[in-house]
């Protein structure tokens, strides 16, 4: 009969090493940050994707005003946007997300707004910007602006 003594080499170590229990761990923590990251908050998604689209549109508006020779304007008011100087029918003038504002625009009417942004038909334009705000979470800001040379970009609001 045989007997299994600390020197047996028949005998197959059970459970897990300190290694496999540390290689665990780092990817439960690597999927754990992966889904933290990937789980952002939507107003503030939708805040900088209307924020990209805007820059977009006034880099649009920039350039037709350039080749055209028209000066542009853009002006928010409560219900989105729109550019003066273009066909009225040349950019989209409204906000994906209905909770997006211009920060300080919430009274405007057409014939008051003060957010305007002024497009060309120089192509060196002073340094300007615009914050968007959700309407609905108050802390939520993205800043867009250029400095004149460079095209809008968005940035952190402070």
Do not use: C, H
């Not at 299994?4 to 300190?18: D, E, H, I, S, Y």
């Not at 992966?34 to 107003?43: I, P, T």
């Not at 989105?80 to 920060?103: C, Y």
């Amino acid at each position: 009969m045989q007997t299994l003594a600390a020197g047996n080499p028949k005998r197959r170590p059970t459970g897990f090493t300190l290694l496999e229990l540390l290689v665990v761990m780092a990817i439960v923590a690597l999927v754990s940050a992966g889904v933290g990251f990937a789980m952002r908050d939507a107003s503030q998604t939708q805040l900088e994707r209307d924020a990209d689209r805007l820059s977009a549109l006034l880099e649009s508006a920039r350039a037709r005003s350039r080749v055209t020779g028209v000066a542009v304007r853009w002006y928010a008011n409560a219900e989105g946007f729109r550019f003066e100087g273009l066909e009225t029918d040349a950019l989209v003038q409204a906000w994906l997300d209905p909770d997006t504002r211009v920060a300080g625009a919430s009274d405007m009417t057409d014939a008051g707004a003060t957010a305007t942004l002024s497009l060309g038909p120089e192509p060196i334009i002073g340094a300007q910007a615009v914050v968007l705000v959700s309407k609905s979470r108050a802390g939520r800001s993205v800043r867009l602006a250029t400095d004149g040379l460079r095209p809008f970009s968005v940035q952190a609001a402070p």
